[in-house]
């Protein structure tokens, strides 16, 4: 069974930056292509991005140039580097695994003045 655990979520000014991570047990990130989601509330969950497992990374228009994932294969870690944030950032961020069918609990980002 996969277990995927967000964290680093917090409370940022707009122009801000947060790094959240994406800790996984039971699969190796190395193997998989791993996507990062949002849901903001009162809305429908979307896209962010996704890296796959040769390193290449896709990003959602609104976030493109502001937003970079990584990922330590040593640690089993995805990182999702958020820059410049803005209020319409503000979400809970959720990674998934798409071959397991895994989601983690998500981890709250609140961009706000």
């Known amino acids: 069974q996969v277990h995927l655990v967000e964290s680093g979520g917090g409370w940022v000014q707009p122009g801000g930056s947060l790094r959240l991570s994406c800790a996984a047990s039971g699969a190796r990130f190395s193997s998989v292509t791993t996507y990062w989601y949002r849901q903001a509330p009162g809305k429908q969950r979307e896209w962010v991005g996704k890296?796959?497992?040769?390193?290449?990374?896709y990003y959602e228009a609104s976030v493109k140039g502001r937003f970079t994932l990584s990922r330590d294969s040593v640690e089993n870690l995805v990182y999702l580097q958020m820059n410049n944030l803005k209020p319409e950032d503000t979400a809970v961020y959720y990674c998934?695994?798409?071959?397991?069918?895994?989601w983690g609990q998500g981890t709250q980002v609140t961009v706000s003045s």
């Open positions: 998934y695994i798409l071959q397991y069918g895994a």
């Open positions: 890296i796959v497992s040769d390193d290449t990374t």
